[in-house]
T-cell receptor, first 113, second 110 residues
């Protein structure tokens, strides 16, 4: 298996633009997690899905952030409009179920100018 | 407020030295995981501990879960440059998700 796949690996955009991050979980995994990592705040859980259904989105910082999982093999995290303080590394992770080992993707480094 | 506090936040030691990092909380965890994140990559699971007082060894790494299941430690013997990275603990406190700690960033000087 190729592991969790994220795209793009790097994204540089200007403030106010829409940003869409993509994730393909490991086949057969039922749970998917989106995290944001910064030096100041560490690794923050934004939202997680189980069987394609959002379970907890309390970590989503504000309404500018949204996430979808239209099927078991694809999820997106969208920021609209983006702001400089959104600059971070965004990780997607998947696991067999909510309490099993999480397998992380390589991350997307987002820079908002 | 962080559910899991890790200490120290940063640690720089000489190759060959021993070190211990800590993961503490006021909450009781059903299980606790340790992950290691190398620069530019995502975290990778090292171990899961589930029983109070449990000790697990992974080569030069020793993990211990506190008797009360509120804390954990990671001890590395004879640190190597290949041990560098961010060490993260993650605890299951409510049965439906893991909460990640603040992390300890380890540097090993050759």
């Amino acid at each position: 298996d190729a592991g969790v796949i994220q795209s793009p690996r790097h994204e540089v955009t200007e403030m106010g633009q829409e940003v869409t991050l993509r994730c393909k979980p490991i086949s057969g995994h039922n749970s998917l997690f989106w995290y944001r990592q910064t030096m100041m705040r560490g690794l923050e859980l934004l939202i997680y899905f189980n069987n394609n259904v959002p379970i907890d989105d309390s970590g989503m910082p504000e309404d500018r952030f949204s996430a979808k999982m239209p099927n078991a093999s694809f999820s997106t995290l969208k920021i609209q409009p983006s702001e400089p303080r959104d600059s971070a590394v965004y990780f997607c992770a998947s696991s067999l179920d909510l309490l099993n080992e999480q397998f992380f993707g390589p991350g997307t480094r987002l820079t908002v100018l | 407020t962080q559910l899991l506090e890790q200490s120290p936040q940063f640690l720089s030691i000489q190759e060959g030295e021993n070190l211990t990092v800590y993961c503490n909380s006021s909450s009781v965890f059903s299980s606790l995981q340790w992950y290691r994140q190398e620069p530019g990559e995502g975290p990778v699971l090292l171990v899961t501990v589930v029983t109070g007082g449990e000790v697990k060894k992974l080569k030069r790494l020793t993990f211990q879960f506190g008797d009360a299941r509120k804390d954990s430690s990671l001890h590395i013997t004879a640190a190597q440059p290949g041990d560098i990275g961010l060490y993260l603990c993650a605890g299951d406190a409510n049965g439906n998700q893991f909460y990640f700690g603040t992390g300890t960033s380890l540097t090993v000087i050759p």
